[in-house]
């Protein structure tokens, strides 16, 4: 029988991050169950914060739903988050 490992990374970048990151917010909640690992960067300072960030998702289970993630976070303005699938065989 093969072994074969998958892992399925989601990259969001998020302009303006102060108000479009509510929105992000509540659909990564509603995907959470989906959601193995999350990561957020953004330079964050005492003098400065970025207005934009980038959160790194592990994505689990579903491919359709990390899809469905994907569409409906890019239809939010402000918004790009792109899909990559890692694997051996």
């Given amino acids: 029988m093969d072994n ?3 892992r399925t990374v989601m990259a969001i ?6 108000q479009n ?8 909640t ?13 330079e964050g ?3 400065y914060c970025s207005h ?7 994505l689990v289970d579903d491919e359709i739903k990390h899809e469905e993630l994907c569409s409906k ?6 918004v790009k988050a ?3 699938r890692l694997k051996f065989d």
């Fill in 52 to 58: 934009s960030g980038l959160i790194i998702l592990e």
């Fill in 4 to 6: 074969i490992t998958v």
């Fill in 82 to 84: 792109d899909l990559m």
């Fill in 30 to 42: 509603e995907y959470g169950c989906y959601i193995k690992t999350r990561l957020g960067l953004h």
């Fill in 13 to 18: 970048l998020i302009d303006n991050r102060e």
């Fill in 73 to 78: 976070l890019n239809s939010l303005k402000g």
């Fill in 21 to 28: 990151a509510p929105e992000v917010q509540k659909l990564l």
């Fill in 45 to 47: 300072v005492p003098d």
